[in-house]
């Protein structure tokens, strides 16, 4: 089992940054992709970002592609999501998820794919 907890959402205006913390317990995140996904009142889940087990490759969805950048600190079982240049369509509960993955440095981009989720923070952006 691997237990999620995120951190670093609030109220930002447009154009501000925040940067969103995930931090894993229960086992090692060295085996697991691991992706930020979010949840727009109304709207679907939609995954955000995405990095492999080692962080070698990532994935972007093409609305946050140049404003946010996904890292992870597997020696601290962290996983991170910087966000630049906000607006308010970012606006969203963002939830960190683990998903165990059979080959190196793949990177999970599909929902089902994530075993494990945390319970989400609020990211809301005012223009």
């Known amino acids: 089992q691997v237990q999620l907890v995120e951190s670093g959402g609030g109220l930002v205006q447009a154009g501000g940054s925040l940067r969103l913390s995930c931090a894993a317990s229960?086992?090692?995140?060295?085996?697991?992709?691991m992706g930020w996904f979010r949840q727009a009142p109304g709207k679907e889940r939609e995954l955000a970002a995405a990095?492999?087990?080692?962080?070698?490759?990532?994935y972007y969805a093409e609305s946050v592609k140049g404003r946010f950048t996904i890292s992870r600190d597997n020696a601290k079982n962290m996983v991170y999501l910087q966000m630049n240049s906000l607006k308010p369509e970012d606006t969203a509960v963002y939830y960190c998820?683990?998903?165990?993955?059979?080959?190196?440095?793949?990177?999970?981009?599909?929902?089902?794919?994530?075993?494990?989720w945390g319970q989400g923070t609020q990211v809301t952006v005012s223009s």
């Open positions: 990095i492999s087990q080692r962080g070698v490759r990532t």
């Open positions: 998820a683990a998903g165990s993955v059979g080959t190196l440095d793949w990177v999970l981009t599909s929902l089902p794919g994530y075993d494990y």
């Open positions: 229960g086992r090692s995140l060295r085996d697991y992709g």
